[in-house]
């Protein structure tokens, strides 16, 4: 059986989340901690027991993220599962440096620190109210980026997301976003809706970003992961340090090719995918892209001891 870890994104965070893995695992709490020491902030509190919008907020809600599926990770190592005991590993968006921390191609403390710059510089990139992302749903990816491409009347928006057969997310301008909703409905998709957030991500309009990330990550050491990781902008496995550097900053910018990510590991053999941290988003999209692939969700002490057995 070849297993695969993939490592969710923006979107699962929940107050709470992570907490019983850290009172469970003092692994998993030593990961909370070096991220604390690295932000230079106890962001554990907030992950714990803040204010969800607080949390919500894109320079939180990325190392959070992070934060809790490393210590999902570490939890799962000590009871015996090895990371190297996957195939693959591979992230949604900001999941992508997650993956690389669980590999070893990056330590924990320069992830915590580049998330925390990511978040920023994305929020920033775009003044609030100028972009939006919409999902459409029931459309392939070939129309949606039709679909983008007839809205976006020499403004930007371009199809960001390919998460599953029927669920492309646009990104861009508010107003050639809404267009291509309106669009996207008129070629028979069966909803199209404005997501609930704060910046357009992977979308031209993120150069900015791309830059802050480049520059940010020039400074920081990338190892060869201990597992391929299979990138969101090229949807199959790389481990070329400066590759894995080059990639980080396109995809910022560039699509989620997340459909074609799991193909290309169902190609390769994969049977199995753990989804490791919070919720269960990328295991609905897994479920709905390849029937030859089961997954599990690892994201609470009660997940491990299910697949202890």
Not at 6 to 14: C, E, K, L, S
Request: negative net charge; contains cysteine; proline residues 4%.
């Amino acid at each position: 059986m070849s297993r695969a870890f993939v490592f969710p994104g923006q979107g699962a965070q929940t107050i709470g989340m992570g907490r019983d893995l850290a009172e469970a695992y003092p692994a998993a709490r030593a990961v909370f901690d070096e991220v604390n020491d690295a932000l230079g902030e106890n962001l554990s509190a907030l992950i714990w027991e803040g204010d969800i919008a607080a949390l919500t907020l894109t320079a939180n809600a990325q190392p959070a993220l992070m934060a809790t599926s490393l210590a999902a990770m570490r939890a799962l190592e000590a009871e015996g599962f090895a990371v190297t005991d996957a195939a693959f590993v591979a992230g949604h968006s900001l999941g992508e440096y997650a993956a690389l921390a669980a590999v070893g191609a990056l330590s924990i403390a320069d992830t915590a620190r580049l998330l925390r710059i990511r978040g920023r510089a994305m929020q920033e990139a775009v003044p609030v109210g100028v972009g939006a992302m919409a999902a459409l749903l029931g459309l392939d990816f070939a129309t949606a980026a039709e679909v983008a491409a007839e809205a976006a009347q020499g403004e930007v928006c371009q199809a960001a997301n390919d998460n599953d057969p029927a669920q492309v997310v646009v990104s861009g301008h508010k107003a050639a976003v809404e267009r291509a909703c309106e669009i996207a409905k008129a070629r028979g998709a069966k909803r199209a809706l404005l997501l609930p957030v704060s910046a357009p991500f992977h979308c031209a309009l993120m150069q900015p970003a791309a830059d802050a990330m480049a520059e940010a990550l020039a400074g920081v050491t990338i190892n060869t992961p201990a597992v391929p990781v299979v990138a969101n902008v090229r949807a199959e496995a790389v481990s070329d340090p400066d590759l894995i550097r080059a990639l980080l900053v396109e995809q910022v910018t560039g699509s989620v090719r997340w459909r074609e990510s799991v193909l290309w590991m169902a190609a390769q053999g994969v049977t199995e995918a753990w989804e490791i941290g919070a919720g269960k988003a990328l295991s609905g999209m897994i479920k709905r892209i390849s029937k030859d692939i089961t997954c599990n969700a690892v994201g609470t002490s009660a997940d491990i001891a299910a697949l202890k057995g």
